[in-house]
């Protein structure tokens, strides 16, 4: 059953969004350098195999993600929906603080959080010029857990008029708070959320109050960051949650699900892809992939068959929390 590229109608915008969406953090060199052949290939593979929906933002590779992104999609035919985030500023400078996350990234571009007004107008327009595509679908206020009056007061008002002038089609946020998501939610009006690691085989607190929330309030969510930055893709001394060392105990419990999954024939990679659309308020699943064999990799996990009542035996199980009635 190919899953990945079914398109869900996004509820208060006339956007499609295809089921499986790619994250380009990884292609612009995600603690790994990657060279430019890899990420073209790797975009051309995603538009290749249907999936439509592609996320960016200007942190990732200090510039980098966009300018490779842009590089292929301004160049085809084929229709696609493309989301970017503002909040950031890239500043140059002499010499930028070292970052270990983007071994690839200017040496000479600093990221600087920036809600002003005018910092999400030229964050916005600094994305259109690097990307060089004819449009930008959806804007995400990014990280804003430290700039939530901010967001709410100046970010937002800059990205209504956008839409209202037709600049751009939808408004969200992109965050890994449920909490800082939810006040953001009663504030202002957005049209989606892309929430990271928040429901995932790990950590299922988005669906206690978020999830049923933006339910209520007609958001779209996609969900990022289910393979908890590593751990759920590979539970294993080394391995990485929440972009940090996994803890002993984080590693234990991926390993405990995964033995739980294996015994019903079912692989932990496919299990982690697909929880996210157990959930009714869930559009899309967000996965960043290096290169093509990754992608092809996570779209054969994503489109196989799982039993429909694998997710109450986990509960069961006590491997994870109960959906809420």
């Not at 790994?32 to 960016?56: M, P, W």
Request: glycine fraction near 6%; charge should be negative.
């Amino acid at each position: 059953m190919e899953r990945h590229n079914q398109k869900i109608r996004m509820k208060r915008v006339p956007l499609d969004l295809t089921r499986l969406s790619l994250g380009t953090a990884p292609l612009a060199g995600l603690f790994q350098s990657v060279e430019n052949n890899e990420s073209d290939h790797l975009i051309k593979t995603a538009l290749a195999q249907g999936i439509n929906y592609f996320d960016t933002a200007p942190l990732y590779g200090h510039g980098l993600s966009e300018e490779r992104l842009g590089r292929v999609l301004s160049t085809v035919d084929e229709s696609f929906v493309l989301e970017t985030k503002v909040g950031r500023t890239l500043n140059r400078v002499e010499k930028a603080d070292p970052v270990p996350w983007f071994p690839d990234a200017d040496p000479h571009i600093q990221p600087v959080f920036d809600y002003s007004s005018e910092g999400i107008k030229r964050s916005f327009n600094e994305s259109l010029e690097r990307l060089g595509v004819g449009h930008i679908d959806i804007a995400l206020m990014h990280d804003a857990e430290n700039h939530v009056p901010e967001a709410i007061n100046n970010a937002y008002p800059v990205l209504e008029d956008f839409k209202r002038q037709g600049i751009i089609k939808a408004i969200g946020i992109g965050i890994n708070f449920c909490d800082v998501a939810i006040e953001i939610m009663k504030n202002v009006d957005l049209d989606i959320a892309l929430i990271a690691g928040r429901y995932t085989l790990l950590d299922q607190s988005a669906q206690r109050k978020l999830l049923p929330y933006a339910i209520e309030r007609k958001v779209d969510i996609t969900i990022g960051g289910v393979f908890n930055s590593g751990v759920l893709a590979d539970p294993k001394p080394g391995a990485t949650f929440e972009y940090l060392p996994a803890s002993d105990e984080i590693i234990n419990r991926a390993q405990e699900i995964g033995a739980f999954l294996k015994k019903r024939g079912i692989s932990l990679t496919s299990a982690a892809l697909q929880f996210p659309l157990r959930h009714s308020a869930v559009t899309s699943v967000l996965t960043g992939s290096r290169n093509s064999s990754e992608l092809l990799a996570n779209i054969s996990d994503f489109d196989v068959e799982l039993p429909p009542d694998i997710w109450s035996e986990l509960e069961d199980a006590g491997l994870i929390e109960r959906m809420p009635q």
